[in-house]
């Protein structure tokens, strides 16, 4: 067995350089070299087929005429006629066309003519000793002529061989040989004709798509493309176009977050500056009191924590490569408890509900704390002083509800999209991606997240996930 990445034979490189060639030829010049073959193949079937038939046709023919002419010598008035004659008589004088010899057992053959002996051997002596009622075979003579050979019984010990030459039979052969290679030739050639003119008709569509599509990369214009008809070239169109849409839909999300997280990271920079400039100048001229310099260095904490919060979403929803099968069983009420705790510390100012039922979930356990635990910040966020979040796991499915001015039906269905936000939104703080981290999060875990208005007069968000119950 040869090692892999090892020499390639003879053989083997030359096959892939004939697979290169191949595949660097145009896809109009293969179809027509395809349907040249495949019609070449087909014309040089028929011929040879046509060939063969003929030929054993006329063989049969001329085995048969033989064989009757050998029959008429061989009655009972032929050979009295024959009998001590030294000429052909009267009745054989119309047989040019063949050679009349008698064989008897003895292997004694008489001829009816001066050309020379025949190449005769078992098969008409086996028919002159009766063991068989006839032979047909073809021999070469001593001037390399082919005959064919036809031998019957005569009188008692006695064969009657008809000979006739082949020649007018290859003749006849040959030309047809060359009637039906010329004939073969045409059909090629128009077939290739025909497959060029169909390949190029029947790729115009194909041709026109490449160009459009050549376009739209070269000016990145992604205008769909029309679609004419319902055939494989319309499903193509049609799914350059999805794909276009798509495109689209992704380069649209990318401004967006070039916009979002511009305007996120300006406000936290900036403010990191104004107060690290105002703490210089306040070094720079004596100092500031302890418990103003106290907050000074609060709102710094506070401010890199904010920045540091937006580039972790930031990353995490670049991070789009699937992770690594995770096979560990986790409790998503202790995961949803264990966000609970957190967001409580966050948000002090705010009452949490909570109402969990155990469910087991096989998945990643710090996703899911992320994904809850953005679920909880959102609403702790939009909530007001004092408000209450109803925080409830049932059968697999987390439902959180706040008590803010809950989000508008038009905006209900984008809630979870990444790099959205309504614009509302746009002046609270954060950085406008936890829920999109969310539903990257369920996604992941074959799971589904949905926004409704809640009962209590906020927002409902919800994500449910495949599971059991504990």
């Known amino acids: 067995m040869a090692a892999l990445g090892g020499p390639v034979g003879p053989s083997g490189f030359s096959g892939l350089v004939a697979k290169r060639w191949h595949y660097r030829r145009s896809l109009a010049s293969r179809v027509t070299l395809l349907t040249t073959m495949a019609v070449g193949l087909a014309v040089a079937f028929m011929a040879l087929a046509a060939f063969v038939t003929v030929r054993a046709q006329m063989q049969s023919t001329l085995d048969a005429s033989l064989l009757e002419r050998a029959g008429k010598v061989s009655d009972g008035r032929a050979l009295s006629e024959l009998a001590g004659a030294t000429a052909l008589p009267p009745w054989a004088q119309g047989a040019s066309d063949v050679r009349i010899v008698f064989v008897t057992t003895d292997r004694r053959a008489t001829l009816t003519d001066d050309l020379g002996p025949l190449p005769l051997g078992g098969p008409e002596l086996s028919v002159a ?146 107060n690290v400039d105002l703490l210089a100048q306040a070094d720079a001229a004596g100092g500031l009191p302890q418990q103003a310099r106290e907050e000074l260095l609060d709102d710094l904490r506070a401010q890199t924590e904010e920045l540091t919060t937006l580039v972790g979403a930031l990353v995490e929803l670049a991070r789009d490569e699937p992770l690594p099968p995770v096979v560990e069983t986790v409790d998503l009420a202790e995961v949803v408890d264990r966000a609970v705790v957190r967001v409580r510390r966050r948000a002090p100012d705010v ?93 992941r875990h074959s799971g589904s997240t949905v926004a409704t208005e809640s009962p209590v007069g906020g927002a409902r968000l919800e994500m449910s996930l495949p599971g059991q119950p504990g």
């Open 351 to 443: 009452r949490f509900e909570v109402s969990l039922e155990p469910w087991l979930v096989r998945g990643e356990s710090d996703g899911l704390e992320k994904a809850a635990l953005n679920l909880l910040d959102n609403a702790a966020k939009w909530s007001p002083a004092g408000g209450v979040v109803h925080v409830s796991l049932h059968d697999g499915t987390l439902r959180v509800d706040d008590e803010g001015p809950g989000i508008a039906p038009g905006d209900l269905p984008h809630v979870f999209e990444r790099f959205w936000r309504s614009e509302e939104s746009r002046a609270m703080p954060g950085s406008g991606l936890g829920l999109a981290i969310v539903r990257q999060v369920v996604d």
């Open 129 to 274: 000793d009766r063991d068989s009622s006839s032979s047909v075979r073809t021999v070469v003579d001593s001037a390399g002529e082919r005959l064919r050979i036809a031998a019957v019984p005569g009188g008692p010990g006695e064969a009657v061989v008809v000979a006739s030459s082949l020649d007018p039979q290859e003749q006849v052969l040959s030309k047809l040989a060359l009637v039906l290679g010329f004939i073969g030739a045409a059909g090629v050639v128009a077939a290739g004709l025909s497959g060029w003119g169909v390949a190029r008709n029947g790729l115009r569509p194909v041709r026109k798509l490449t160009t459009s599509v050549e376009d739209i990369a070269r000016t990145e214009d992604l205008r769909p493309l029309p679609v004419e008809g319902h055939d494989e070239i319309a499903r193509l169109a049609a799914a350059f176009n999805g794909m276009l849409a798509s495109l689209g839909a992704s380069r649209d999300r990318q401004r967006r977050l070039v916009a979002d997280a511009g305007h996120e990271l300006r406000t936290p920079l900036t403010s990191l500056r104004t």
